[in-house]
């Protein structure tokens, strides 16, 4: 407990002032609307449902479980202290409803989770990869294996969401985030050194290829867009050129921090808000902006690993 | 030939690595390079490699100044990039020769080709990164720890690629900080002390080396092991 209170307090110390603001309005806006869904009984079960299943999910997914497995000698106490801090918002927002046999439920369900264990071995199999994908877009085939299931039903999502206003971009949206989850990870200096060329090509060859293939993803459902409503064209072809604009943000930003392996390359404060610019008109120069910036950081950055192939 | 000349490579505020090392490696064979840890092993690999910028020297191959796109370097750590499969790892290196069978190779190898890399033992991914880089088939080869999480077999598999890529020409330089391996298949092994290399020993003066680092580990720690127990 007092670990996790020392790593909360690191965490809030590290964050920037404004950031800080930001996600306690993000919080504190989510736990008011949570007190307000919470006004019977019905909508309280639920709540508490949804939070042990998320709990269930975490409990199982966490990289640390084998660790924690090994180096505690009851392990069980350290998960059940960690869903115990997770779960203390909604246990108060309950017991403020005065539903405390739902907090005492969801303590219970936090200290049964706590006792279960992960398997030691797992293989990893991940959803199958469409023949039609290059293997050198192997940034897009590995996110397909990853998020595939999100990808596929987003997609769908869109072509179904066609028939009411709005959907089918939102759902677009969506599967853009998910999309750009492509290029979170560095690959090796051997991938890199693969095409033998200088950093300025290498980029250029990349953003193009990388692009075409989102473009043959997403046009269609924006031509299909244009012609259910037309007076909306504008829409569909501002959200192509925005989005376009931030995968090849997204792509530049990661060579500007390439280092060979490094995982979670984009994690800038800057791209989330560039990804909002889609549907926020007054931050649409924001990519354009970012990606002159990340392009030429980028350029400089792999000139230090490509430099023996001009 | 390939000839490394006065080479001098130091890190950012830090002492220099490689003080004017030299160097002449016979092409066409396979060279060892042995040092205590520290010495510089890797630091030479990756500079003969241009992943570092000598500040001094230079490094000719058959006369001309040596190209990156001339070698083919393993590294001692290999990381790949998760959710990928071995067979779309291999597929992103072009093949020099036609006739790199690969699925001769996973017969070979036994690995599992269709299989994630996450999934795969030390072992497997060291074979993987093998293949990836005989399948270009570069005429200067730098392997950095290749025998590191080999089982038995697949040491000597290695050793009898390593012998059978000499024979078909390949300049093959290897580290190892298992002694064993590197006089079981090199010609010349080169000792790396202090940043430059003092003698280069053909294959029979291999026991004098061996005699050489032996005598340097029990000056430099027996009495301290004498203390200890």
Redesign the interface.
């Known amino acids: 407990m007092k670990f996790r209170l020392v790593q909360g307090g690191k965490f809030v110390r590290d964050m920037p002032f404004p950031y800080l603001l930001l996600l306690l309005g993000i919080v504190g806006i989510g736990l008011y609307a949570l007190h307000l869904f919470i006004q019977d009984i019905g909508k309280g079960l639920i709540c508490g449902g949804v939070l042990l299943g998320v709990v269930c999910l975490i409990h199982f997914r966490r990289k640390d479980f084998h660790f924690i497995f090994l180096a505690s000698e009851h392990p069980w106490q350290v998960f059940f202290m960690d869903y115990l801090l997770l779960s203390f918002p909604i246990l108060i927002l309950e017991i403020m409803q005065g539903f405390w046999f739902i907090s005492v439920g969801i303590i219970v369900g936090c200290l049964a989770i706590s006792f279960l264990k992960q398997p030691f071995h797992r ?4 959803f199958p990869v469409p023949g039609i994908i290059p ?2 877009a ?2 897009i ?3 397909i ?2 998020y595939g299931g999100w990808l596929m039903l987003l997609y769908a999502s869109a072509y179904a969401g066609l028939f009411f206003p709005y959907a089918s971009l939102a759902c677009l949206w969506f599967y853009t985030i998910f999309f750009l989850a492509s290029f979170g ?1 560095c ?5 890199l ?2 095409s ?1 060329k200088p950093a300025g090509a290498f980029l250029r060859n990349k953003i193009g290829l990388n692009l075409r293939l989102y473009l043959i993803t997403i046009v269609p459902v924006c031509l299909f867009y244009t012609l259910i409503r037309p007076g909306d064209w504008w829409l569909a072809l501002g959200f192509l050129v925005l989005a376009s604009l931030n995968v090849a943000l997204f792509i530049v930003a990661k060579y500007a921090v390439y280092e ?2 490094k ?1 979670d390359a984009n994690t800038q404060i800057s791209l989330g808000l560039s990804v909002f610019s889609i549907l926020v008109p007054f931050l649409a120069p924001l990519p354009l902006l970012l990606l002159t910036r990340y392009y030429i950081k980028a350029h400089r950055n792999l000139n230090s ?1 490509l ?3 001009h | 030939m390939l000839i490394i000349n006065n080479l001098h490579v130091s890190y950012k505020k830090e002492k220099e690595v490689l003080k004017g090392l030299s160097l002449s490696m016979e092409t066409g064979k396979v060279h060892g390079l042995a040092g205590f840890n520290g010495a510089g092993k890797t630091t030479l690999l990756n500079t003969i490699y241009q992943f570092i910028t000598q500040q001094a020297g230079e490094i000719f191959y058959k006369e001309e100044p040596l190209k990156r796109k001339d070698i083919a370097y393993l590294e001692a750590e290999n990381y790949f990039y998760p959710y990928m499969t071995g067979r779309e790892y291999l597929s992103l290196f072009p093949t020099a020769n036609k006739t790199f069978d690969m699925e001769g190779w996973q017969q070979l190898f036994s690995l599992p080709l269709d299989e994630i890399i996450d999934n795969y033992s030390t072992g497997m991914r060291k074979k993987l990164a093998l293949l990836a880089v005989l399948k270009p088939d570069k005429p200067v080869m730098i392997l950095d720890e290749p025998f590191n999480g080999l089982d038995l077999e697949s040491t000597h598999l290695l050793a009898m690629i390593i012998a059978q890529l000499q024979s078909k020409g390949k300049t093959i330089l290897i580290t190892s900080h298992i002694y064993e391996s590197l006089t079981g298949c090199c010609d010349y092994i080169h000792y790396l002390s202090d940043g430059v290399i003092p003698h280069s020993y053909p294959k029979e003066e291999f026991p004098l080396l061996q005699k050489e680092l032996q005598s340097v580990i029990e000056q430099q720690s027996g009495q301290l092991i004498k203390g200890l127990l």
């Open positions: 293989n990893v199999k991940g293997h050198n192997f940034e085939r590995a996110n294996r990853r990870d690959e090796s200096i051997a991938i050194n693969v033998e060979p392996n995982r690993y430099y023996a192939y």
